[in-house]
């Protein structure tokens, strides 16, 4: 069991979760305030841009299972995953968790959509366009369709700019080297990894509209992102517990439909 029943973490397993994202943000910080030369912290910001990628998992996981017993800490959280992967708070619960999950078996309409509205599939440079162009679009959809977390959503995007704008008054170019351009590059990287897990399958059945990455490695190193068609059937079962729940369920996905 990863459950915690007292303390600030609801489930021991995300303490590695949290360290790595503090990681993450102390390099991140380092880069900003202790490089001097761009050269060298382009680099360092090339070097970085991996962890930020796992950093992604680390913010998903989070808006389906909040890390911490207590809403500041979730909060503040929040805010410096903002400044590692572009995702303001609540900005996933609706895009993904109220819009995605509920969409991605109509592939034409989903969130994350690798068809277009005549049904005819995408090609995969369209589709990065289309779906990063329209991640606030279709925030502000679904925002509109849930008035209570697009509340949520507005009263955070204020701290997570201002911790941002902070930054960019202190250093403007570093700012945009170390934490503007790497969102951008997360944030289409978010988009490809959609592509990655469903573009070309069959979406008639949670259990054929996914692919899935079973290697050990590859989920220790993700935070068992690799796991999805148990996640899309169970959104809301804590990351830790995927392993067994796939293991429950793999007879009945598709050989094709996963790796290792």
Known sequence: MTRTSRGLLRHRADLSAVAFVGGVFAAQLGLFLAVDRGWLAALGVAALLPLQSVAIACVHNHHHQPVFTAAWANRLYEVVLFL??????????????????????????????????????????????????????????????????????RIMLAPSLLALGV?????????VLVYLLPMVLTVLNVIRVGWEHHAGLDAHDHLTASRNRAGHLYNRLTFNSGYHTA???????????????????????????VDG
């Open 231 to 257: 996640h899309h059937l169970r959104p809301g079962l804590h990351w830790s517990q995927l392993p067994r729940f796939h293991q429950e369920i793999g007879d009945r996905i598709p050989a094709p439909l």
């Open 84 to 153: 590692e992967t572009g995702l303001p708070p609540f900005l996933l619960t609706l895009h993904h968790n109220l819009g995605h999950h509920r969409t991605y078996l109509t592939p034409s309409a989903d969130t994350l959509r690798w068809r277009r509205p005549d049904g005819q599939p995408m090609r995969f440079g369209e589709y990065l366009w289309v779906n990063f162009a329209d991640v606030y679009r279709h925030t502000a959809t679904l925002g509109r369709r849930h008035p209570a977390v697009r509340r949520k959503f």
């Open 167 to 175: 930054l960019a008054a202190a250093r403007p170019g570093r700012a």
